[in-house]
Nanobody, 126 residues
């Protein structure tokens, strides 16, 4: 059984930083891609960043490029999201996601990920 558990959310002031973690358990050897999504109140879930689980190749949505860094420790089965220069538009629940089968291009929509964590709240105080 696959389980993803996020942590590291909280309250932060504008231009502050947070580091999110996602601990994966279960059949992690089957993962091909992992990612972070976020959902703000009243908005659809949005892709934030992704990474190839084997090769560590990262990719980002334009709005976080240069501010957020996704990384992974496959030996410990942990996915990270370092978030710097946070602003109020980054306020959302952040979810970790995993894809369990190969995919030839970088997945960035929620329907391409099989497993999801419950999420961790990030609030940037205005």
């Amino acid at each position: 059984q696959v389980q993803l558990v996020e942590s590291g959310g909280g309250l932060v002031q504008p231009r502050g930083s947070l580091r999110l973690s996602c601990v994966a358990s279960g059949r992690t050897a089957s993962y091909s891609w992992m990612g972070w999504f976020r959902q703000a109140p009243g908005k659809e879930r949005e892709f934030v960043a992704g990474i190839n689980w084997s090769y560590g190749t990262p990719y980002y949505v334009d709005s976080v490029e240069g501010r957020f860094t996704i990384s992974s420790d496959s030996a410990k089965n942990i996915l990270y999201l370092q978030m710097d220069s946070l602003n109020s538009e980054d306020t959302a629940v952040y979810h970790c996601a995993a894809r369990a089968s190969p995919f030839p291009i970088k997945p960035s929509t929620s329907n391409l990920f099989n497993y999801w964590g419950q999420g961790t709240q990030v609030t940037v105080i205005k």
